[in-house]
């Protein structure tokens, strides 16, 4: 998994019918900024309006997903936003004809090889990863729909689907997906499908006018399935009667199963499509029994509502009793300070992007001799430092000899200080990259926080300058 966002090289265009609608449409995916997501414009109506692929914008999931911002709406969004979402795509503009994606062959394949006909971009930022660090359950009672959230050890995005059909001829199927790299050839291909009793019922509310036996899976899921039942379905079809019967395994004969468990594969590339509309690429495993595009969606929004609380404290599941990644005396193999300068105690985590560090505040430190006698607080300046000196661990551990190195403030934006900071507090540094290191240059937001309470925040970049030479070169120099 790539590290920096991603958008199209250039522009690429499918043309198609709407699966319910049963408009011809044409849809342009397009190369869209660092930060832009997703997003999708009805070049159609008037003033050519944008909605955003956004779980909180979800109006429908009656038979696919409707996105709706005003009177503008998008329906059957999640094949083309699983294809993007799966080749890591992070930035695009969706451009669309009509009210509804092109279903194309009833799958996310052709979507995949209109993204790989014209190329993926990198782009000079980070990707904005939400890892998943404890798990996150959600369920429908009503549909019987369970769906969980965990970690991944090594933070790949994982899919695993249990489809149970409660049904004799269907029984129950598995489906899963270990690494995105396994979505074109194993998960893309797989057609959407319909049962053969919602047919009939489709036909007459006006839905599946787009449908024809080239994008659709039909499954009778029932035993004691009539003559009369299958004249209606050729019908609804426009099919003659004599050409349509149901096979063994539950399928009609019209299409051949590209896997034995196609309808779960199926069902596992709606999931990845509607998680797209958290707006994150997401690390975890996402397991998931009966899911449906209510389902998929709904549990999309609990990602979203724990993204925001993780952005109003990204600290409050540091465990501070547990063992850190950088004790004290690792920290001064690093960073040059020393008393009474030295202000970090302890690094909880790092990953490729962030780092989470830790000053004990105590009333031993000489600057509250004189800030201030009988009402000590921790100087603004002092947190500041601090924050940075988490930072600067974060740079050196970046390089293979940090002891030959040390980071200088460059600038620092938007200090803010949210409360005192007093003698017994802990307070709890998480920063994060702004944009990729560059040249030595690191250039982070960092947010320190006292009980769940944000105390101080800032922009800060600074720079690693190498200030003498390893050992052996310097030997070699000599000699």
């Not at 890591?88 to 509804?100: H, Y």
């Not at 969980?148 to 004799?168: A, H, I, K």
């Not at 053969?196 to 449908?211: S, Y």
């Not at 944000?454 to 922009?459: F, G, I, K, P, S």
């Amino acid at each position: 998994m790539s590290d920096v966002q991603h958008t199209l090289k250039s522009e690429a265009t499918l043309n198609g019918v709407g699966l319910h609608t049963g408009i011809p449409v044409e849809l342009t995916l397009c190369p869209a900024p660092v930060g832009h997501g997703y997003k999708f414009q009805r070049t159609d109506l008037e003033g050519q309006p944008i909605i955003d692929a956004d779980a909180d914008l979800v109006v429908s999931t009656a038979r696919g997903t409707t996105l709706g911002k005003g009177e503008a709406m998008v329906n059957t969004t999640e094949h083309v936003l699983s294809a993007l979402y799966a080749l890591g795509v992070d930035n695009c503009l969706l451009k669309l004809s009509g009210p509804e994606v092109p279903i194309m062959d009833g799958s996310a394949l052709p979507f995949v090889h209109a993204i790989e006909g014209v190329g993926l971009q990198a782009q000079d930022a980070p990707r904005n990863w939400f890892v998943l660090k404890e798990p996150i359950w959600f369920e429908t009672q009503e549909r019987g729909t369970e769906m969980l959230g965990v970690p991944t050890p090594g933070g790949e995005f994982r899919v695993t689907v249990m489809v149970d059909y409660n049904s004799p001829v269907l029984g129950t199927q598995h489906a899963s997906m270990y690494r995105a790299e396994e979505f074109k050839d194993e998960i893309a291909p797989c057609r959407t499908f319909v049962f053969l009793r919602e047919l009939e019922q489709l036909a007459k509310a006006g839905l599946i006018k787009g449908g024809d036996l080239d994008n659709a899976i039909v499954l009778e899921d029932r035993e004691g399935t009539t003559q009369e039942d299958l004249k209606a379905v050729a019908a609804a079809l426009n099919k003659p009667y004599h050409e349509v019967e149901i096979r063994r395994n539950g399928v009609l004969n019209t299409t051949d199963l590209k896997f034995f468990n196609e309808p779960a594969r199926h069902k596992l590339m709606d999931i990845i499509g509607d998680l797209a509309l958290v707006g994150r690429p997401i690390k975890g495993h996402i397991l998931a029994a009966r899911p449906g595009h209510f389902g998929n969606t709904s549990f999309a929004k609990r990602i979203k509502e724990k993204i925001r609380e993780e952005e109003k404290n990204p600290v409050a599941h540091v465990d501070l009793t547990k063992e850190p990644l950088y004790d004290i005396q690792a920290i001064e193999k690093m960073l040059p300070h020393r008393y009474p300068f030295l202000l970090v105690d302890k690094v909880m985590s790092m990953d490729k992007d962030s780092i989470i560090g830790v000053k004990n505040v105590t009333m031993n430190e000489p600057h509250f001799t004189g800030h201030f006698p009988g009402n000590p607080v921790m100087p603004g300046v002092l947190q500041v430092e601090a924050m940075a000196q988490v930072g600067g661990i974060f740079a050196l551990s970046q390089v293979p000899d940090p002891e030959n190195y040390t980071t200088y403030f460059l600038k620092t934006d938007g200090i803010r200080y949210r409360r005192k900071v007093i003698p017994g507090d802990t307070l709890v540094f998480h920063l994060s990259l702004i944009t990729p290191i560059r040249r030595g240059l690191v250039h982070m937001q960092g947010r320190g926080y006292v009980n769940g309470q944000l105390a101080v925040e800032a922009e800060m970049m600074a720079q690693i300058v190498r200030d003498k030479a390893p050992a052996v070169a310097t030997e070699k120099a000599s000699a």
